[in-house]
């Protein structure tokens, strides 16, 4: 453990506080004003869409970068001016970054050696890390001896092995093909809670930032869009934007009022649709998710008619693309039979509860 962790609080070990950080480069600003408080022991997501500030958040938390303006604190330490190597953090590469000369245990070994740790020693922790990655036995390899998931694993057991306060992972998975990405994040999250190592994750994949995280921190243009965990994300989108990019939802203008007897609803192309209670009035965005809708056939009172215009079937589900007065709609049932055939007439019910509304 360095100095500097040495120096911090047990309980402040690894929060990291973002207040007011501005990065510029040049004329562009990557980072507008961020606030962001990260707890110890809490894997936290930085999702948004490329270009959004994802990465130059990590890279300030790291150290490669330092902010144009505002405070970075990790545990109870001001680190807005500290390089790289004063800070007790590790990060994993989107390439993995190894030495391709060096055998596997060479690399996890590399850190510890590098802060003077006896050889000896440092090849013990090292294969004691390659353990907790499933890789014991493999030290003696190379890196272009390994596969890529293998690779990525030594990526982790390399940075772990040097107890970090912080670990940071840029799109560990983005090399990696759709079946493996969901077996590593299973892996990477599970050593996360073993360890209880404060995590910060990278990714623009909202379903893998969904499946790892204890909390999202969603950024747009810089900023922060929504804070939360995945559930509160989903449920209570703050925008059209998080609602559009956290899960699949139906998004529909519509101009919300208050009926007589209190309750709120939404207006669409003269069609009322009752929704929860809510502040907003006027334009707005209506957020049918999946499971707010069901189908039948016939009609039935309150319901809105519809015509199935697409089915795709998927085996374990169904897509049906709907023509109805609200505009086109998707629709998911969680099926393995085609219940209701292309041009076929249906009626679709929404559960109001489980609709919102955003600007
Ligand atoms: P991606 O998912 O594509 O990696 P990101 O959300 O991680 O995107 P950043 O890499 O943090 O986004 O970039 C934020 C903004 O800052 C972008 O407009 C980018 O072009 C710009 N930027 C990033 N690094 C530099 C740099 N070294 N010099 C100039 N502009 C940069």
Redesign the pocket.
């Known amino acids: 453990m360095s100095q500097l962790a040495k120096a911090t609080s047990l309980a402040n070990f690894g929060r990291v506080q973002f207040t007011d950080v501005v990065?510029n480069?040049?004329k562009?600003?990557?980072?507008n004003g961020t606030t962001l408080s990260i707890d110890p022991g809490q894997l936290v997501t930085?999702l948004?869409?490329?270009?959004?500030?994802?990465?130059?958040?990590?890279?300030m938390i790291a150290g490669l970068?330092l902010p144009t303006a505002g405070r970075i604190e990790i545990g109870d330490t001001d680190v807005s001016n500290l390089p790289a190597t004063y800070r007790n953090v590790a990060m994993v590469f989107q390439s993995y970054a190894l030495f391709p000369h060096m055998s596997v245990l060479d690399n996890v070994s590399y850190g510890l050696r590098m802060t003077k740790v006896p050889k000896a020693d440092a090849y013990v922790r090292a294969e004691q890390t390659l353990g907790l990655v499933g890789l014991e036995g493999y030290g003696s390899r190379l890196p272009s001896e390994l596969s890529g998931g293998q690779q990525q694993r030594v990526a982790v057991a390399r940075a772990v092995v040097l107890q970090p306060e912080v670990l940071l992972l840029?799109?560990p998975l983005s090399n990696l093909d759709a079946k493996l990405r969901r077996q590593v994040r299973e892996e990477i999250r599970a050593l996360q809670q073993r360890l209880q190592v404060t995590t910060i994750y990278?990714t623009?994949d909202q379903e893998e930032a969904m499946a790892v995280s204890d909390r999202i921190i969603v950024?747009e243009k810089?900023e922060v869009a929504q804070d939360g965990t995945p559930q509160d994300l989903y449920e209570h989108p703050r925008s059209r934007f998080i609602a559009s990019f956290i899960g699949e939802a139906n998004l529909v203008p519509c101009s919300i009022e208050r009926a007589a007897n209190g309750q709120c609803h939404a207006e669409v192309n003269g069609v009322h649709v009752a929704v929860p209670q809510t502040e907003l009035r006027g334009e707005a965005t209506l957020v049918i998710r999946p499971e707010a809708t069901t189908l039948s056939e016939g009609d039935g009172a309150g319901a809105i008619p519809a015509t199935v215009s697409s089915v795709a079937y998927l085996g374990d589900r169904v897509y049906y693309g709907l023509s109805s007065p609200l505009g086109q709609l998707f629709h998911i049932e969680h099926t393995s039979s085609v219940r209701h055939p292309k041009s076929s007439d249906v009626v679709i019910r929404f559960d109001a509860a489980k609709l919102r509304v955003v600007k």
């Not at 948004?48 to 890279?59: E, F």
């Open positions: 990065k480069y040049g562009i600003r990557a980072v930085l948004g869409p490329s270009g959004c500030g994802k990465t130059t958040t990590l890279r970068e840029d799109e990278v623009h950024m810089g």
